[in-house]
């Protein structure tokens, strides 16, 4: 039963209440550093530690943090990982942390991040929110990650760098410039509303054939 | 959770508290992270000084100072700086100078390689730009384009020319389809010649490789 909780918590992130497909949430890093798989994926990793320690701050000291300065609480505890994650990427790859500039620093604007600690971790035990920051943290790198590749691949030919098409292949340069984010980003949504749409028609139909059925 | 207001000490104390803490975390951070960021920053200005110099193994910083420019690793926010490289030897072979200017997007960053004897430019690289990607990124990707900086007349200036056109020892070609930014490299490189040529030393007169060690520190153009 509590094993089952707590992987419900993960797998809700991941996708059916995906942070940036079906909740739309975190759109400015989402579009600004997805123009290659790598930066994808940094940021995502970043976003990932920002959020799962401070979900995990928080719901530790919940009983501790008086309600009436709760919000600022939680955006210190947000901004300290946020510099930490700063400092560790600048340190560690120069490169990647040029690359993505100052979304790095801007993470602590991301409302995903201050909406799961004032929605779940300064509601629940420390376990079920690390579970749903790992979740929701997951379901937000793989969204970056599937529009830095879909972007790479139209726009440059490659993945993670690595040519993919050879010589002959014009690239899409439109895709890793801004517009290309909101079009990818447009037809993923498109995906997923039309799948959901599916999904609750069938659920209908099994609905109704049960009781025509009785 | 409807517990009575909590007193003004506690809110204070709270957010004093947390405060602390996480001043003490960045602390802790940025002081454990500093030794390797700093060594990025020298090495990164290293190897763009070896790039933009070919044959020199050894460099210091040199500051504009009073008129004549001082072997020296500390830097005041006011004073501009150029890199003296030696060969082997340790004579002089030319400055890497920093110059920076508007590009397409973005303020771009240079360090190029000049060699006062034969008055030619000898390398080329972007540190920082902000360019299309895909088109104005070519000023450092596009290697015909780099390369054409490695032995480049710059008396009285470099001139960007159609593609294909160049004939001169000072023009270059234009990449197709970034323009602006390959004229803007050309422009930061000018601009940055002519300001500093009046600055440096008469030839043979170059400051000496010093005693002290290669520049580690506030290297950013």
Known sequence: MKQNDSYEEFIKGIWRDNPVFVQVLGMCPMLAVTNSAVNAIAMGLATFFVLVGSSFLVSSFRSWIPKQVRISCFIIIIATFVTVADYTLLALVPK??????????????N??????????????PVRLAVMDAMGMAGGFLLALFSLGAIREILGDGALFGIDLFGENFEPWIIMILPPGGFLTLGVILLFFNWFKLKKDEFLADV???????? | MNAPAPSSLRLVLTLAIAGLISGIAIIGIYESTLPTITANKARELREAVFKVLPGVSEM???VYRDGKLVATEERRKDEQAVYGGYDRAGDFVGYAIPAAGPGFQDTIGVLYGFTPKQKRVVGMEVLESRETPGLGDKIYKDADFVGSFSALSIEPNIVVVKKGTSARPNEIDAITGATISSKAVVRIINEAHAEWSERLPPVGAEPPLGETDPVTTEGSP
């Open chain 1, 96 to 109: 990647v942390h040029k690359e993505l500039g100052a979304f790095i620093p801007l993470i602590v604007a």
């Open chain 1, 111 to 124: 409302c995903m991040i201050l909406g799961r600690q004032e929605a779940f971790s300064s509601r629940y």
């Open chain 1, 207 to 214: 609905a109704e054939a049960e009781r025509s059925g009785r």
């Open chain 2, 60 to 62: 210091q910083q040199l």
